[in-house]
């Protein structure tokens, strides 16, 4: 009988390995919304295939880019995830409005010593998904806060931070399932 090696057993191993993850791969387990079968996500939208536009974007900043910093990254976060197809002009299946309910942004330096800029950004906001056909309210995301430091050159750079995870979180409870 022939002795396996050190360089035998590597390969057995990898090879075993190999196969449980082609096996495992293969039996309908799902990551991030998206399932092996379909290339759209699950959402309160549908499958994807819908389509969708602004209502609106109220802000209360005094930054006047805030409205359209929030429309194109709710525009990005939908069509990364594939929720809808978006539509400008037009008849759309959903209207979504987006009501931006709190905002404050804090800077400050460290300390005497060091000119790091630290800024403090909260914003919380609304997201409402309307039928197109009828305006009858389908989805409220309810209130959705985020507040965090940035070490940032500008203010506005920690204002798009704080925006763009607000969005996000938005979008992950549209996609929530109970």
């Not at 791969?25 to 919304?33: F, I, R, S």
């Not at 802000?59 to 194109?72: A, D, E, K, M, S």
Request: aromatic letters at 8%; charged letters at 25%; hydrophobic letters at 40%.
């Amino acid at each position: 009988m022939k002795k396996l090696t050190l360089g035998n057993w590597k390969g057995l191993v990898a090879a075993s390995l190999c196969c449980i993850g082609l096996l495992v791969g293969g039996c309908g387990y799902q990551m991030d919304g998206f399932s092996s079968s379909s290339s759209r996500a699950h959402s309160v939208l549908g499958r994807g295939n819908s389509t969708i536009k602004f209502d609106k974007v109220e802000q209360i900043t005094l930054f006047p880019w805030v409205q359209y910093h929030i429309r194109g990254v709710v525009r990005d976060e939908v069509n990364l995830r594939r929720l809808a197809r978006w539509v400008d002009d037009g008849n759309a299946d959903y209207l979504l409005t987006v009501n931006m309910t709190g905002f404050k942004v804090r800077s400050s330096i460290s300390n005497w010593y060091d000119n790091t800029l630290l800024s403090e950004t909260t914003v919380s906001l609304e997201m409402i998904v309307r039928s197109g056909k009828t305006g009858a309210v389908v989805w409220k995301s309810g209130r959705i806060s985020y507040s965090d430091k940035f070490e940032v050159v500008d203010e506005d750079s920690a204002v798009r931070e704080g925006l763009k995870e607000a969005v996000r979180r938005a979008l992950d409870r549209m996609q929530q399932e109970f």
